[in-house]
C-alpha cells in the first residue's frame, strides 16, 4: 500500500506544483539575482504576517524582523553553533545572573525615530516578558529580573536565576532585537505589517501580500553591509514548487522538499549547489485533548497505536528522513531512542471498544504542503483499518498557523493536526511550547501538566548534561502518556543554491539573510 500511495501522491503533487508555480513565474518574471549580482531571490514558506520581535508567527518572519530590527546578537553562520555582535559593541556575562552590555554608537531608527538606546533595549525585552503583552516568547526571557539602564549606550541584564540557553535560544533570536519604544507605543504596543522605525542591515521597503516581500539594504547602516542591494522574498507554501522555480531560474536559494533530497543529489541542476544539513526540528501529529469527541485518553491511546510511524514517514520522505522518538533532536540532551507506544492495530481497536467510540469520525489539519498531504493520507489508511474514520483538512500558511489560537473560533474544534517546529540548539527551546501558559498559544493539543512545567522550569538551571538528559526524556514520557502526541520525525534540512551565491547558514540549514553574499 505505502509504495503505491508514494507514486501517487508524487505525481499528483508535481502536477499540482506546475500549476502553482506557472502562475507565480507570469506574475513575477526575471526575479532571480540580476546581471549585477544586486538582487537576491529567495523562497520563505510562507507569507508575512507580522513583524513583532514578540508576536512572531513563523521563522521566516523571524528571519525578516532580524534583519530589519537589529538584535543584540545572532547566529554565525557555519558548521559549529556560535553568535556574532549585531547591535552591540560589547558584551559579556559577568556572572550567572549579570550581563553586560553596549550598544554600537551609530545605529538610528527610520521615520524620525532618533538613535538607539538602552532604553529602547530595556522596553524591547522586558515587554516580551511583560504578563499584559502575553508574548508568546516570554519563556525565552522567563529568568529577567530586569534590564538596567547605565548611560545613554550601555546596560545590566539582570537575571533571577541561573538560565542555562540565555546564549543558544535567548540572545542570538528575535527574542534580542531591539525596537523603539517610542515608535511602539505610538503603535499602541504592538507592530503589525508596516515596519516602522528600521534599524537593521536591510529595510522591508515593499510587501505584497501573498507574493513577494522586498528588503533593500539600509544606507544608514554603518557596519557590514548586506551582501545584495535587494533580496526579493517569495512565499512559496510547498517546497516541490519552489523546485521547479528554482530549476526555472526564478529563484537563487530555497529549501528542497526532504523527498527531494536523492534525487536532486543524484542530479544536480546545471550551477546549482545541493546541500544536506541535520535538522533540529521535529514533526509529529498532536491531538486535541480537550476537544469533545478525543477527551477519553483511551481513544487518544488508541490513535497512537493505530498510527505506523515508519510508513508515515518513508512515504512522505522517500526514506530521506528517520522516524523520530520526541521533540528533541539527536546531539541534544533528552534525545530518546524509543517512545511508550507502539503500532499496534489490535491494541487500538480494544481501546475503542472499551472507551464505546464506535462509528468516530475525526478531523486532521494540515499546511498545504506535499509531503504533509502524503503523511496525512497514509495516517487516514492507519485510522481507516482501526474503524475511525478521517477527513484531511487542508490550510494556506496564513490559516494554519493560527487554528489553536485562543483569540480564533477553531481552536476547540481542532482535533488532529500535523505540525512541524523549528528549532533552537537547547532541549528547553521544544519542550517550552507545551507548557501551560502555552495553551491556546502554541500548545494546541492543549496537554496542561504541573509535572512537566516544573520539570522544564529544573532544566532551564541544570547545566550537568547528564541530569537535563533525564529531565527532558521523563517530560516526553509525560507526553507520551497524556494520549495526545504521535512523534513522527526530525526530518533533515535539504536546500539548493545557485552556484554564484555563497549562503548564510547555521548549522542546521535555516538561513542568515544578511550573511548571503556573491561567490
Not at 530586569?146 to 533571577?160: A, F, M, N, T, W
Not at 514517514?313 to 522517500?318: H, I, L, N, Q
Not at 535555516?510 to 561567490?519: K, N, S, T
Amino acid at each position: 500500500m505505502s509504495s503505491i500511495l508514494k507514486k501517487d501522491i508524487s505525481r499528483r503533487s508535481v502536477l499540482a506544483s506546475a500549476s502553482a508555480f506557472g502562475a507565480a513565474s507570469l506574475a513575477f518574471p526575471n526575479m532571480a539575482i540580476s546581471a549585477d549580482g544586486s538582487v537576491l531571490t529567495v523562497r520563505s514558506y510562507s507569507d508575512l504576517q507580522i513583524l513583532d520581535p514578540a508576536f512572531w508567527l513563523s521563522l521566516p518572519e523571524a528571519d525578516i524582523i532580524k534583519s530589519i530590527f537589529a538584535p543584540l546578537v545572532d547566529n554565525t553562520p557555519g558548521d559549529e553553533w556560535g553568535w556574532r555582535p549585531v547591535a552591540v559593541s560589547s558584551i559579556e556575562q559577568l556572572d550567572d545572573l549579570t550581563v553586560a552590555f553596549t550598544l554600537r554608537d551609530n545605529i538610528g531608527f527610520t521615520d524620525g525615530y532618533g538613535q538607539m538606546t538602552a532604553e529602547d533595549v530595556k522596553f524591547s525585552i522586558e515587554r516580551i516578558v511583560d504578563p499584559e503583552n502575553e508574548s508568546p516568547y516570554a519563556g525565552d526571557w522567563s529568568a529577567l529580573k530586569e534590564v538596567e539602564v547605565k548611560d545613554k549606550l550601555s546596560g545590566l541584564i539582570h537575571l533571577k536565576n541561573k538560565f542555562v540557553p540565555l546564549w543558544t535560544t535567548t540572545l542570538p533570536t528575535a527574542a534580542s532585537c531591539v525596537v523603539s519604544q517610542k515608535a511602539v507605543e505610538e503603535l499602541g504596543g504592538k507592530i503589525g505589517t508596516e515596519a516602522v522605525a528600521q534599524s537593521g542591515p536591510y529595510l522591508l521597503s515593499e510587501w505584497v501580500p501573498k507574493q513577494k516581500t522586498v528588503l533593500k539594504r539600509n544606507p544608514d547602516w554603518a557596519y557590514e553591509p548586506g551582501g545584495f542591494e535587494e533580496i526579493h522574498i517569495l512565499p512559496i507554501e510547498d517546497p516541490a514548487t519552489a523546485e521547479l522555480g528554482f530549476e526555472a531560474g526564478d529563484l537563487d536559494y530555497t529549501w528542497t522538499a526532504v523527498s527531494s533530497l536523492p534525487r536532486l543529489k543524484e542530479n544536480p541542476p546545471a550551477g546549482s549547489v545541493v546541500e544536506e544539513k541535520p535538522s533540529l526540528a521535529y514533526v509529529w501529529l498532536g491531538i486535541n485533548q480537550d476537544n469533545e469527541a478525543l477527551k477519553d485518553v483511551r481513544i487518544r491511546r488508541a490513535i497512537q497505536h493505530a498510527i505506523d510511524r515508519e510508513t508515515v514517514v518513508d512515504a512522505a520522505y522517500f526514506g530521506a528522513a528517520a522516524v523520530a522518538n520526541g521533540i528533541i533532536a539527536p546531539g541534544l540532551p533528552g534525545n530518546r531512542d524509543g517512545v511508550t507506544y507502539d503500532y499496534d492495530p489490535d491494541k487500538a481497536r480494544a481501546l475503542l471498544e472499551e472507551a464505546g467510540a464506535t462509528n468516530l469520525f475525526v478531523t486532521l489539519d494540515i499546511l498545504n504542503q506535499s509531503e504533509r498531504l502524503t503523511a496525512a493520507q497514509v495516517i487516514q489508511a492507519n485510522l481507516a483499518d482501526v474503524g475511525v474514520q478521517c477527513e484531511i483538512k487542508q490550510n494556506d500558511s496564513g490559516t494554519f498557523w493560527t487554528l489553536g489560537s485562543k483569540d480564533g473560533d477553531y481552536f476547540m474544534n481542532l482535533q488532529l493536526v500535523l505540525s512541524r517546529f523549528s528549532m533552537n540548539p537547547d532541549p528547553s527551546w521544544a519542550t517550552v511550547w507545551f507548557t501551560p501558559e502555552q495553551v491556546g498559544v502554541w500548545n494546541w493539543e492543549r496537554f496542561d501538566n504541573a509535572e512537566y512545567k516544573a520539570l522544564h522550569e529544573e532544566g532551564l538551571v541544570e547545566s550537568d548534561p547528564a541530569k537535563r538528559d533525564e529531565i527532558y526524556k521523563k517530560m516526553q514520557a509525560l507526553m507520551d502518556e497524556s494520549g495526545s502526541y504521535v512523534f513522527l520525525t526530525h526530518e533533515v534540512v535539504g536546500l539548493i543554491h545557485k552556484d554564484t551565491i555563497d549562503p548564510g547558514l547555521k548549522p542546521n540549514g535555516e538561513p542568515l539573510l544578511p550573511l548571503f553574499r556573491p561567490a
